[in-house]
T-cell receptor, first 116, second 109 residues
Framework: DTAVSQTPKYLVTQMGNDKSIKCEQNLGHDTMYWYKQDSKKFLKIMFSYNNKELIINETVPNRFSPKSPDKAHLNLHINSLELGDSAVYFC???????????????FGDGTRLSIL | GQQVMQIPQYQHVQEGEDFTTYCNSSTTLSNIQWYKQRPGGHPVFLIQLVKSGEVKKQKRLTFQFGEAKKNSSLHITATQTTDVGTYFCAGPNDYKLSFGAGTTVTVRA
């Protein structure tokens, strides 16, 4: 099936640990994103890549490092996890050309990160 | 930066009734998008509005873009339990989408 898939779906870990979330899309899209959704459901963009190139880097602690090995994959590595990192992290993709903010975004199922 | 404000935050609706959620921006928007997120799910794109005064319908959902392109609304008629979820509007902001806070809809059967 064509989709945006991310793994793992759930991530429960201790404070201070390092973890990674993986995302893959087979929609043929050029642009991929990481969003963070907090407990109040507020969705905020963290990063965006277009064809492996970083184009959006919001004010995010440098403990968060994205990596795009190719345009179909965008991974997120988080160092030294803190309690405040608990949230749902969504990967998304959209087509290019055109402004990324004018293209419908296709979201993955999300990774629910809980920090103990 | 530009933000979209969405009201109400919560909407409790009797099954069969209609309701509307509103999205407002302080600046003119080139377009506005609407998404729906079911409980425990992910945001799903519903529609994009581009033209001033544009009205689009999807079955019981009616989306409207204001004449000044600063506001938008989503009206749902004859609410059903399948309408439960959070509805987000999203507007462009410096190459990225800025999402409203969402309207979370619950339905009383």
């Amino acid at each position: 099936d064509t989709a945006v898939s991310q793994t793992p779906k759930y991530l429960v870990t201790q404070m201070g640990n390092d973890k990674s979330i993986k995302c893959e899309q087979n929609l043929g899209h050029d642009t991929m994103y990481w969003y963070k959704q907090d407990s109040k459901k507020f969705l905020k963009i963290m990063f965006s890549y277009n064809n492996k190139e970083l184009i959006i880097n919001e004010t995010v602690p440098n403990r968060f490092s994205p990596k795009s090995p190719d345009k179909a994959h965008l991974n997120l590595h988080i160092n030294s996890l803190e309690l405040g990192d608990s949230a749902v992290y969504f990967c998304a993709s959209s087509q290019f050309p055109g402004w990324p903010d004018r293209q419908p975004q296709h979201f993955g199922d999300g990774t629910r990160l809980s920090i103990l | 930066g530009q933000q979209v404000m969405q009201i109400p935050q919560y909407q409790h609706v009797q099954e069969g009734e209609d309701f509307t959620t509103y999205c407002n921006s302080s600046t003119t928007l080139s377009n506005i998008q609407w998404y729906k997120q079911r409980p425990g799910g992910h945001p799903v794109f519903l529609i994009q509005l581009v033209k001033s005064g544009e009205v689009k319908k999807q079955k019981r959902l009616t989306f409207q873009f204001g004449e000044a392109k600063k506001n938008s609304s989503l009206h749902i008629t004859a609410t059903q339990t399948t309408d439960v979820g959070t509805y987000f509007c999203a507007g462009p902001n410096d190459y990225k989408l800025s999402f409203g806070a969402g309207t979370t809809v619950t339905v009383r059967a």
